[in-house]
DNA sequence: CTTATACTTGACATAAGTGTAAACTTTCCT
DNA sequence: AGGAAAGTTTACACTTATGTCAAGTATAAG
């Protein structure tokens, strides 16, 4: 359970663009700017770019811009472009130990059912999460401060139902 | 972002143990209960022994069993032994692109502080489930529901301000 | 219509994660 | 003692993720 590096660069080349001036970036430019080889964010911005986030434009004068505004493309997008979701459906049939398939298939899984709500929770955050927010100082903080309020103050209360 | 192998299979070990009879039970039974190959077992039960969270018994009528009763083992505890957390102090050092530091080291990072708020977020509900609340059929569901309410809801509520 | 600029593609090298194998140590039973 | 049952350790093969390289294609300027 661990963000991958394809996800930070990733994002962080989008938030770029995002930050830049209306017309196409250049590659040059936002390796540059990231402090990543060319090479790499090339690979990053053609994922992103075959995802429809981004669009580029070939040829001299050329380079890549976001495809929609950054208030509407959610970090969820994002991330789930260049990482995959925490769990996905396939996740219990890539699971089955030696078997043919997971021994708990047919009962009752809690922790699957564990999985299913820590990844509902994440997504419904970077859903909400757009690349504007990311641009603009604290706006994280704040949209983030309620649902971990929510979260934390859950604990004590919950704890005692038991 | 995924859950790994090592977290699911991990903590399957360990809800068996958890439901399992008073008294050490041995590796052929853990791992036939859950399809793997012993030894597999034997590698995650070996990290579990060494982070505290399962004692083992050597020699004939030998095993492992849980080290604490459990609800006082936190799903926080097995998965951070078995995969670390989704975001960790390193994380930015480690991702410095081609240069000694990262290019946002010195300056306000708002994807530093999604992934705080993120990794917070996660922590605290995993911190309050326990090895207990996994063994009960329901319990995962209502216990995650309230803080999936409040994060759902923040949803329409917030998106207004901007 | 040539050239410099810039994105695109696919193959590759390296590192990290996943899972197996075999030799070893400890303990109990007879 | 001796052997069987059971955990331990280390090294290895395999797979996936990370990052690079080089040759290719498209476009605008001169």
Redesign the interface.
Known sequence: ?????Q???G??CM?QLARSAPGPMSLAEISR?????SA?AAKLLGQLRDHGLVEAVRGRSGGYSLSRPP?DIT?REI?STL?????EER?CHE?????ES???ADS?C??R???E??N???S??????TLA?????G???E??E???R???S??SG??AV?
């Not at 990482?83 to 769990?87: R, S």
């Not at 699971?95 to 078997?99: A, D, P, S, T």
């Not at 419904?124 to 999460?129: D, I, K, M």
């Not at 927010?133 to 100082?137: A, G, K, M, T, V």
């Open positions: 359970m661990k963000i991958s590096s996800e930070e660069y994002l962080r938030l700017g990231e402090g990543l080889s790499y208030e970090v991330l990482g995959g979701q925490l769990f996740f699971h089955n130990g030696l078997g997971c021994v708990h009752v809690n922790i059912s564990l999985w709500a820590l509902e929770m994440l419904a955050v970077l859903e909400r999460t927010d990311l641009l603009c100082y706006r994280v903080q949209k983030l309620e649902p971990r929510a979260i934390l859950e604990g919950a704890q038991n």
